[in-house]
């Protein structure tokens, strides 16, 4: 059984969150952390320049409502959103916060990602700790 879980969950809050949710649940021990995590791509400094002061800070504000209602204030799950690219920013995360288990779901593949999503692979490729794929 793992400590610490982290289930990163897309910012459209996919069909697959549920599924990642009880799967983390079921590798969780008695006083296991999990962690919800969603990742907001960054935007590039010459588009920030012209956007409107504190519209980055209220959106990200905005995410993390959206995913603490899409969490449905289920008691022992943190959310966080964080800002960067998906599948470096996810395995930095788990490395910083002493994850020991990651719970990633993988969308349905074209032709380009046949066998895992571009954020899945990565992943798994890059994580110092477990990964579980859920399809």
Do not use: W
Request: net charge neutral.
């Amino acid at each position: 059984m793992y400590k610490h879980i982290l289930v990163p969950i897309a910012p459209d809050h996919g069909a697959d969150t549920a599924r990642s949710l009880e799967a983390a649940r079921l590798l969780a021990d008695g006083d296991a952390r999990i962690t919800a995590l969603t990742v907001a791509d960054e935007i590039p400094g010459y588009v920030v320049q012209q956007l409107p002061k504190g519209l980055l800070e209220n959106t990200r504000a905005e995410m993390l409502a959206s995913l603490k209602a899409d969490l449905g204030g289920v008691a022992g799950i943190k959310a966080d959103v964080v800002t960067g690219h998906a599948g470096r920013t996810i395995t930095d995360y788990a490395d910083a916060h002493g994850t020991d288990c990651i719970v990633i779901a993988s969308h349905r593949p074209g032709l380009q990602d046949y066998f895992l999503g571009s954020t899945a692979a990565r992943v798994v490729r890059h994580a110092k700790c477990t990964v579980v794929v859920i399809r």
